[in-house]
């Protein structure tokens, strides 16, 4: 609310008047400005005062305008009829995404307008960072990437607007497989004038020829260090194919700064990378048969997805880390004659591993014997030649134990521009995933002639509640609390005699009741608590909900059987 006033004040004593009424339009038209006037009731200069210092002010500085983006339509031939799609639109670390459509044809109207301010410093034409459009499916409350596409937005800085047709890709057909059509408009700063059109498209054409040579050269680069050097490049390459548009660049482009304030901890970070679900990136033979591609994905698509293979959670963490202002790598290398990557972070002589897919960290060397053959980050790429010596300096700035890799690939931001997680909230109730649950166990048992009480109430309940919260922070801080050997002892105190307790805590990464009730009843374990059939059978069901950014989530749902002992 604060950040939303303090917005549209700056706007108007800036000179922006045009953009602040527009903007002020599209909230009313939603209802939201009303809502605001209504809730807020300290005047804006109030306001300003509490911002005083905070990075709303730094980010709101302004240097050139804004660009207002609308998404006209996608036409795709993957989009499955009748499914639920959606549009993340990422420009200059700002991120949008559009309410869910549902595709009845190969063409999705979206009609979404948004607005992305210009940040760069010096002159706007150099910000060579593209629009980047990820049209995505969702199934099974799970997002999927349909198609992809990076658009060169800079026509508008001559024009002042422009409506642009951009090709979409997928990593799982080689070719184009439909397009996107975008109305762009350029609000410039009070100041700020429009290039002259031969400005723009020398540029554009200069940066093409470019890429075009840094592209030739970078081959010749690699082809060169390839011959001087002893180790398997083909299992730990320099540059990297992107889940997109053909593109091979330098691995050190998929790893950037970035923040997120809802992850207070470098564990919490650990613990949110490791609750994205797994999926390998494959692509479609001439046959029809899908096979696996050895291609990552971009930060933005790993984020808008929610899911990451084990090379992209691991850069996602070692992105996360570095906004900590922790000096870390992503390591590539064997264990156990099998490859391996996790991150590493360097604090003095001390060395640490960080699990990306299970969000835990230890000493190096702590948890079995690890072979470290490459590290990079966002700045530089590394390989070792101690590997015949037996043991491993990581003294990084000695050439003479980690072979330097220097490259400066030009289209890098193509899949650097992700800087900021959103603070995004689902709303999901806990009491209404707790009464579903209760209803459909109620359910499963009455169809197997079962009785017995299922419910959500009494001092068992009261206790599993905080159990659960001790396991997801047992998660988040890589400690055991003793929670639960307390949790334990709490539950059978609520025991009757001659009555027996069991009872099974489970984890889930989404609040999504179908993929939940699968999940217990797949299991035997918690399959036989459900369908327990002794005699004067209560059975207590406990959900917790924990949200991180983004969307991503982590539930635990807890069932306690109480039932009386057989004589």
């Known amino acids: 609310k604060l950040q939303f006033l303090y917005f549209i004040g700056w706007m108007e004593r800036n000179g922006e008047k045009q953009l602040a009424n527009l903007l002020t339009a599209h909230f009313k038209e939603q209802g ?52 639920g799609m959606q549009c993340s639109m990422l420009f200059e670390g700002t991120r949008h995404v559009t309410p869910t459509c549902m595709a009845h044809n190969e063409e999705v109207v979206f009609d979404t307008t948004c607005i992305f301010p210009l940040f760069p410093r010096g002159d706007l034409l150099q910000c060579n960072t593209p629009l980047h459009i990820v049209l995505l499916k969702t199934a ?69 020829e470019q890429q075009g040579r840094s592209q030739v050269g970078l081959s010749r680069y690699l082809r060169d260090w390839y011959k001087t050097s002893s180790l398997d490049l083909n299992a730990h390459p320099l540059s990297q194919l992107t889940d997109g548009p053909p593109t091979s660049l330098p691995v050190t ?11 207070p901890t470098p564990l919490a970070a650990a613990r949110y990378v490791s609750l994205f679900r797994h999926e390998d990136r494959t692509t ?44 870390a790598w992503v390591a590539a290398g ?11 972070t360097r604090d003095g002589e001390s060395v640490t591993c960080w699990d990306a897919e299970l969000g835990t960290s230890y000493a190096y060397g702590k948890q079995g014997a690890f072979t470290v053959h490459q590290v990079f980050n966002d700045t530089r790429c590394l390989f070792n030649q101690q590997l015949a010596s037996g043991f491993t300096s990581f003294s990084f700035d000695e050439p003479e134990l980690w072979k330097p890799f220097e490259w400066d690939f030009p ?10 997680l959103r603070v995004l909230h689902n709303g999901i109730n806990e009491e209404e995933l707790e009464e579903r649950l209760v209803t459909n166990i109620r359910g499963c048992r009455a169809g197997l002639g079962l009785r017995g009480r299922v419910m959500r109430e009494g001092g068992l309940y009261e206790v599993m509640g905080q159990a659960l919260w001790q396991y997801e922070m047992a998660a988040v801080t890589n400690m055991q609390t003793g929670g639960e050997a307390l949790f334990r002892a ?3 105190s609520q025991v009757p005699k001659r009555y027996s307790l069991k009872f099974i805590p489970t984890h889930h990464t989404c609040a999504h009741l179908p993929s939940i009730m699968s999940s217990l009843m797949e299991h035997r374990d918690t399959r036989e608590l459900v369908e327990t059939h002794n005699r004067d059978t209560s059975i207590t069901v406990r959900c917790k909900i924990t949200e991180y950014p983004e969307g991503v989530t982590s539930t635990w749902v ?10």
Request: charged content about 20%.
């Open 140 to 208: 099974d409350q799970h997002l999927y990437k349909l198609c992809e596409a990076f658009v060169e937005w800079r026509t508008v800085l001559s024009t002042g607007s422009a409506t642009i047709t951009a090709d979409l890709t997928s990593s799982a057909i080689s070719i184009p497989t439909g397009v996107v059509v975008l109305d762009i408009k350029f609000f410039p700063k009070a100041g700020c004038i429009l290039y002259a059109p031969h400005e723009v498209e020398q540029q554009l054409c200069g940066e093409k």
């Open 284 to 327: 479609l033979s001439i046959t029809g048969d899908v096979k696996p591609r050895d291609v990552w994905a971009s930060m933005h698509v790993v984020v808008a997805t929610r899911a990451a293979n084990v090379s992209e959670r691991c850069c996602l963490l070692c992105c996360l880390l570095l906004g900590f202002s922790i000096d």
């Open 411 to 420: 289209t890098a931001n193509m899949v650097r521009s992700l800087t900021t």
């Open 490 to 492: 709490a539950c059978y």
């Open 558 to 567: 807890s069932i306690a059987v109480l039932h009386h002992n057989i004589d």
């Open 253 to 263: 482009s998929f790893i950037t700064r970035m923040t997120c304030k809802d992850l």
């Open 334 to 344: 064997v264990m156990s004659e099998k490859k391996f990557m996790c991150v590493l």
């Open 32 to 83: 939201t400005l009303s809502y605001l006037e209504n809730n807020i009731d300290c005047d804006v200069e109030e306001l300003l005062n509490q911002l005083e210092g905070n990075d709303v002010r730094k980010r709101h500085d302004i240097q050139h305008g804004y660009l207002q983006v609308e998404l006209k339509s996608c036409h795709s031939l993957l989009d499955p009829p009748g499914s």
